[in-house]
Every structure is written in C-alpha cells, then in structure tokens.
C-alpha cells in the first residue's frame, strides 16, 4: 500500500496565511457590504515599473520571432541576468559573489524551502523566534523535527527574539547548532542586524562548521547607514553561508515569481566522517532536476531593475511603502502603541499587550482592517501583530483612522 509522509500531521493547526484568509472570508461573507484593507500577508499592490514592463513586451516580441525565440532556458538562469545582479547587487557594494554562483529562480519562498534538501536528517537546526512559519514548517514536513508541544517542536533549537534583545538573537552560549535560519531586514518583525551582530553569528558558524540560511529578501528596503544588505559583507561569510534574494518585494514580482540564491564556491557540508561535500555542485544537480528555470520573459523584466531607468522607479516605488510605513507608525505610536520596524522594512511589529488572535479578530470586526497575528510566527510572538504598508496611500490613510476610532 500508498504510505503517507506522516510527519505532516505533525504541522500545527494549518498554514498561517490560510487561517486567516479562511477568517477574512467568513467575515466578508456574513459582512458582504464591508469594505476591508488589507495590511496582513506582505503582498505588493503597486504596478511593476514602466522599465520592467517595457522590457517585458519585448521579450513578449522575442518570442513572436524565430530568430529571437527561447525555448528552455539554462536552469540556474541566463548569463543577461546573473550578471546584472553579481554586478549590481554585489560587486558595486565591495562584495565579492561571482555570476556563477547565482542560481535564478521563481522567488525567495521556494529556495529557503527546497534548500533543506541537501543537508542530512540528524542536524541540530535553531530558528528565530518568532519566524517565518516556511523555514519551520518544511524541515517538519521532511522529519527533522519531532512534534509540536506548547507552541513549539521538538529537536529546534529556538532563538528568542523579543523586545529586550531588539528582536534580533545571539549565537546561543553552550549550544552547536548545524544550520541557521536568519532573516534581515526580518519578517515579521521588521527589526535589523548591524555588521557586529551578523560578525557574531558568522564567528559562531565557522567555529562549529555550521551553515547560516540568510534571507535578505527586503535588504532593498534598508535606509539606515552602516546596515549590512548582504551577509558577505561580513569577512568569512562565504565560508559558512547561503544568500537568498527576492524581486517579489524589491520590484512588485511577487505575481510575476522571480528570485535567486547564492551559493559560494568552496561551501561545505560535511559527511559523518567530517569530510567536505561542497554545496554549490549539489544545488546545481538539485536545481537542475526539478527546475526548469525562470521564464524568459520574467527574467527580461528582472534585468530591467538593474537599468538606469527600472532602479530610479523600483527604489521609488519601495520609498513610497516607506512612507506608508511611517505613517502607520507614527499613528500607533501616538496611539500608545510600541512600534517596531517601518523604517528599514514595511512590516511594523506592534505589541498588543494581550492576545494577538484576539486583536486580529477586533481589528477585523470592529475596523475591518487585515493584519496579521504574532502568535502565527511563534510562541515569542505572542502579543504583537504585524502590519504590512504594502497598499495604496488612500487605504493606508483610511486605515489609519479607522484605527483611531476602535484603539
């Protein structure tokens, strides 16, 4: 008989974002003349850039013609744009990441899930708390974990992130983790790194030949000097880690499905016998076989951000959540609220000072405004809620006063 992978019965009650957008529907459908907003799942509304559009249609007319056809692309992505980003993303920043070791995908979601694959079941993993809920959930679903008990799995090794720590954690005393989970610019919190904390985990990974997983799908949102964008701009780090970068936030992608990784020459994993297994081969065999590449015509559109033209819209684009951000922010903290975030990140991080399920259900019935609870990226989440500026400056202002009316 048909065995069934039962560690996904070990998955806690169902995926975040479905939960509430079962709640959102049922309350529309009681509510149908309710206008709601949306500031919950980190989804962008504004148009993708007249560049990118421009350059989009013209791929489209590639694509009318025999001599300039695509068919199958090359898998790890076409040279146009791994180039364009080695170039722009890295080597204009004093990083040293060559075009070979960036591997295009359609988003930054799918890698930090799929990456999981090369490494060995027995490894001592630690995640941040809270977290985003895809980089807990698919070492479950691939039996790493044991089950869940009081809002947490056993065999994780969790990392507090809470205000005393500025939502950003240490290297644990006394503890060898092998893989690390971290996320800057983070989500959900909205909190940043500095050079000597992001130091502190690259000294902690290298010391006990760990690896750190480093999201840095809304670095583009970084504003504060002295931030670091990539986890390379820390010496050693291309020894002991893997970047995974998105257009989906950065340049509204987020339906148009356009990411990438980097995986450094001369990464390690290691055998039982502590024998070096460099990563980026098995990537490229991972990535190869169940890939068949980005769209042609998607990474015409991701090369154009890179142009003079597509990165004065894009950053344009991305001040104008900021703003958005800011606004809200400043509204919850007159407010009395204790805010978080909204000046490197659009999420702001807003303690509740009770029950965030509770808090999200009063915001939906009484302001009919979507956000999205703590408790959902786990256990230290609990007592806050996290915000999105993603949508037009006309709902964030309407928000806005609607949260004036019930707060």
Request: aromatic share 12%.
């Given at each position: 008989?048909?065995?069934?992978?039962e560690?996904?019965?070990?998955?806690?009650?169902s995926?975040?974002?479905?939960?509430?957008?079962?709640r959102?529907?049922?309350?529309q459908e009681?509510?149908?003349?309710?206008?709601?907003?949306?500031?919950?799942?980190?989804?962008?509304?504004e148009?993708?850039?007249p560049?990118?559009?421009?350059?989009?249609?013209?791929?489209?007319?590639?694509?009318?013609?025999?001599e300039?056809f695509?068919?199958?692309?090359?898998e790890?992505?076409?040279?146009?744009?791994?180039?364009?980003?080695?170039e722009?993303?890295?080597?204009?920043?004093?990083?040293?990441?060559?075009?070979d070791e960036?591997?295009?995908s359609?988003?930054?979601?799918?890698?930090?899930?799929?990456?999981?694959e090369?490494?060995g079941?027995?490894?001592v993993?630690?995640?941040?708390?809270?977290v985003?809920?895809?980089?807990?959930?698919?070492?479950v679903?691939?039996?790493?974990?044991?089950?869940?008990?009081?809002g947490?799995?056993?065999?994780?090794?969790?990392?507090?992130?809470?205000?005393?720590?500025?939502?950003?954690?240490s290297?644990p005393?006394?503890?060898?983790l092998?893989?690390?989970?971290?996320?800057?610019?983070?989500?959900?919190?909205?909190?940043?790194?500095t050079?000597?904390?992001?130091?502190?985990?690259?000294?902690?990974?290298?010391?006990?030949?760990?690896?750190?997983l480093?999201?840095?799908?809304?670095?583009?949102?970084?504003?504060?000097p002295g931030?670091?964008?990539?986890?390379?701009?820390?010496?050693?780090?291309?020894?002991?880690?893997i970047?995974?970068?998105?257009?989906?936030?950065?340049?509204g992608?987020?339906?148009?499905?356009?990411?990438?990784?980097?995986?450094p020459?001369g990464?390690?994993?290691?055998?039982?016998?502590?024998?070096?297994?460099e990563?980026?081969?098995?990537?490229?065999?991972?990535?190869?076989?169940?890939?068949?590449g980005?769209?042609?015509?998607?990474?015409?559109g991701?090369?154009?951000?890179?142009s003079?033209?597509?990165?004065?819209?894009t950053?344009a684009?991305?001040?104008f959540?900021?703003?958005n951000?800011?606004l809200?922010?400043?509204?919850?903290t007159?407010l009395?609220?204790?805010?978080?975030?909204?000046?490197?990140?659009?999420?702001?991080?807003?303690?509740?000072?009770?029950?965030?399920?509770?808090?999200?259900?009063?915001?939906?019935?009484e302001?009919?405004?979507?956000?999205?609870?703590?408790?959902?990226?786990g256990?230290?989440?609990?007592?806050?809620i996290?915000?999105?500026?993603f949508?037009?400056?006309e709902?964030?202002?309407?928000?806005?006063?609607r949260?004036?009316?019930?707060?």
């Amino acid at each position: 008989m048909i065995l069934a992978n039962e560690n996904y019965s070990k998955i806690q009650a169902s995926y975040l974002f479905t939960e509430i957008a079962h709640r959102v529907k049922a309350y529309q459908e009681a509510n149908p003349a309710a206008k709601v907003i949306r500031l919950g799942i980190g989804d962008v509304t504004e148009p993708l850039a007249p560049a990118v559009i421009k350059a989009m249609h013209r791929a489209v007319d590639d694509q009318a013609k025999r001599e300039t056809f695509r068919g199958y692309g090359p898998e790890q992505g076409y040279a146009f744009l791994r180039d364009a980003i080695a170039e722009n993303d890295f080597r204009r920043r004093g990083v040293n990441v060559s075009a070979d070791e960036i591997f295009v995908s359609d988003g930054a979601k799918c890698d930090t899930a799929n990456i999981q694959e090369l490494f060995g079941k027995d490894i001592v993993i630690g995640v941040p708390d809270p977290v985003y809920p895809v980089y807990v959930d698919t070492n479950v679903m691939a039996g790493r974990t044991g089950k869940a008990k009081h809002g947490r799995y056993g065999k994780l090794v969790y990392l507090d992130c809470t205000a005393k720590n500025g939502f950003v954690a240490s290297p644990p005393k006394g503890v060898k983790l092998d893989l690390i989970y971290l996320c800057y610019p983070n989500n959900p919190t909205g909190a940043v790194a500095t050079k000597r904390q992001l130091r502190a985990w690259v000294d902690y990974a290298k010391a006990n030949k760990a690896l750190i997983l480093f999201d840095a799908a809304y670095e583009a949102f970084i504003r504060t000097p002295g931030i670091p964008h990539s986890i390379y701009e820390i010496p050693g780090a291309r020894k002991c880690a893997i970047e995974f970068r998105s257009f989906s936030k950065t340049a509204g992608f987020t339906g148009t499905r356009c990411g990438y990784i980097v995986v450094p020459k001369g990464l390690c994993a290691y055998t039982k016998k502590g024998e070096c297994v460099e990563l980026r081969p098995m990537w490229t065999r991972r990535h190869t076989t169940k890939f068949n590449g980005c769209s042609y015509i998607t990474q015409r559109g991701a090369e154009a951000v890179y142009s003079r033209e597509g990165a004065k819209q894009t950053k344009a684009t991305i001040d104008f959540y900021l703003k958005n951000a800011k606004l809200v922010r400043d509204a919850l903290t007159r407010l009395g609220y204790t805010v978080t975030g909204g000046t490197d990140s659009p999420y702001l991080w807003v303690g509740v000072k009770g029950d965030s399920w509770k808090f999200f259900d009063k915001l939906l019935r009484e302001a009919q405004v979507v956000t999205t609870p703590g408790a959902g990226f786990g256990r230290d989440g609990e007592g806050f809620i996290r915000i999105s500026a993603f949508n037009s400056r006309e709902n964030i202002l309407e928000a806005i006063e609607r949260f004036k009316k019930v707060l």
